[in-house]
């Protein structure tokens, strides 16, 4: 259909919903071949097609139905929602520990824009109260909106600026940091600030959320009464990520900053300790910790921050057939390190060879991470192995390729001499190295096994 055309399209929804006397935000009951559905019409998205009505259900979720399926619609009102939560000025109580929460962005932070359909970075902090009261339960709660960005636009200038925002309130005597962040690259930040904050003397937790707040599933109240809990009260003084533990609302996992990641694209419970186990759980009651292995909180309030940080540093993912020109792409670009995501236990193919020689003549500081998370680089079994790192590759032991490629990106902003940059990456500062994996880490129930199959059916009904 061409621009003339469009001028005189009338969608099909249109005349249906003109036909039985309906608009946009009238609260109606819709009679379809398929059943019935009430709810409130919502304004068509910018990228839905124009075939079907869009509602949103009195569970809060929403539901297309297309237009021929219509057979009467019975309008009962109409409501025009404002998706709006007023700011609300946080209660001081004497009693509590005082806690701050930085927002960037990302759904926890977030509203829907019916007219686009999207999910847009648009409530302040200081909204966040008036859509969670239960914070004032817990702490007395400071906010600040250092940006408001998807988690996609986070990198190293946001890094800096949020570990400098980290710092100076932990000078101020705050009892901990709350940092609202995007879930899909919350575990890059939450690796970085691991090696730009160190020796905190107080909790640093990322929290987010899976579900935007308008829907009932949203995950985004529990997360953030969690993190401001831990913050509050926790004894762990560790850059941390607290989300769902189980897909259910029973409680929080707090994970590692430098071994958590995003496995899962929607689940609640999307975020996973790799090659440990997390560090502790957090719920009404309090936090409980699984171990003792951790940076204790103190009552100084001097912190290490160094944020030298240089990002000419990429993640080569290898696959059979890559070709050297990628390799060689990045040394002719300027790049000053590479962190490779090799098969096994760290192997890549021959063929690349001599742009990897290429790269370490010049001066490109390269590592070896594997593919598969879990496990150590070994590269000293196979001949392959071998090969790569005479070539200049070093295995960077159980580091998970997103936190090697933070912690090189941190190390060459420390210095120029690649001696000193292996010793940086190989030197455990944030828990990113560990000297074994757990015997109970590494468990997947997959589905299907008799015995996972018997154990799931007395939870599952």
Excluded at 64 to 83: C, D, F, M, N, P
Excluded at 394 to 415: D, F, I, R, T
């Amino acid at each position: 259909m061409n621009g003339e055309d469009w001028k005189g399209y009338r969608p099909p929804t249109l005349g249906v919903l003109q036909e039985h006397g309906a608009m946009v935000w009238s609260q109606v009951t819709i009679h379809t071949t398929r059943g019935d559905f009430a709810g409130l019409i919502l304004p068509r998205s910018e990228t839905a097609d124009p075939e079907h009505i869009v509602l949103k259900l009195a569970t809060g979720y929403n539901v297309g139905l297309h237009h021929a399926t219509v057979r009467s619609i019975e309008v009962h009102g109409r409501k025009i929602a404002q998706y709006k939560i007023p700011e609300k000025e946080f209660p001081y109580d004497p009693g509590k520990p005082r806690v701050k929460l930085f927002g960037t962005g990302g759904t926890i932070a977030s509203r829907l824009d019916y007219r686009t359909g999207a999910v847009i970075p648009a409530f302040s902090p200081g909204e966040l109260y008036g859509s969670v009261p239960e914070l004032a339960d817990v702490c007395n709660l400071e906010t600040e909106k250092l940006y408001g960005v998807f988690s996609e636009n986070m990198g190293p200038e946001q890094w800096i600026g949020t570990a400098e925002a980290v710092a100076r309130e932990i000078e101020k005597g705050v009892a901990g940091v709350v940092i609202g962040h995007g879930t899909d690259t919350m575990h890059h930040t939450a690796a970085v600030l691991s090696f730009m904050l160190q020796d905190l003397p107080v909790p640093v937790v990322m929290v987010g959320s899976q579900r935007s707040s308008d829907r009932p599933s949203s995950d985004a109240a529990i997360n953030l009464i969690n993190a401001a809990r831990t913050a509050a009260t926790s004894d762990i003084a560790e850059v941390m990520v607290c989300m769902f533990g189980p897909t259910s609302d029973q409680y929080g996992l707090l994970h590692r900053g430098t071994r958590v990641r995003k496995m899962h694209s929607s689940y609640r419970s999307t975020f996973r300790t790799i090659g440990d186990i997390p560090l502790a759980r957090v719920d009404s009651q309090g936090v409980l910790p699984f171990r003792a292995d951790y940076r204790r909180r103190r009552e100084d309030r001097a912190v290490k921050l160094n944020t030298a940080f240089d990002d000419r540093v990429a993640i080569v993912y290898y696959y059979p057939a890559m070709k050297p020109d990628i390799i060689d792409s990045l040394v002719d670009h300027g790049y000053r390190g590479i962190i490779i995501a090799g098969t096994g236990l760290g192997h890549v193919n021959r063929p690349l060879y001599p742009a990897l020689q290429r790269a370490k003549d010049a001066g490109v500081s390269m590592f070896m991470t594997v593919q598969t998370l879990w496990g150590y680089v070994q590269m000293y079994v196979y001949e392959t192995g071998r090969e790569i790192m005479e070539l200049g590759v070093v295995p960077a032991a159980n580091m998970l390729p997103e936190v090697a490629y933070v912690k090189l990106g941190w190390a060459l902003g420390q210095s120029s001499d690649p001696r000193e940059v292996q010793r940086l990456m190989l030197t455990p500062i944030a828990g990113e190295i560990t000297e074994r994996e757990p015997h109970n880490g590494y468990l997947i129930l997959q589905g299907g096994i008799p015995e996972v199959d018997a154990f799931i059916s007395q939870y599952w009904k």
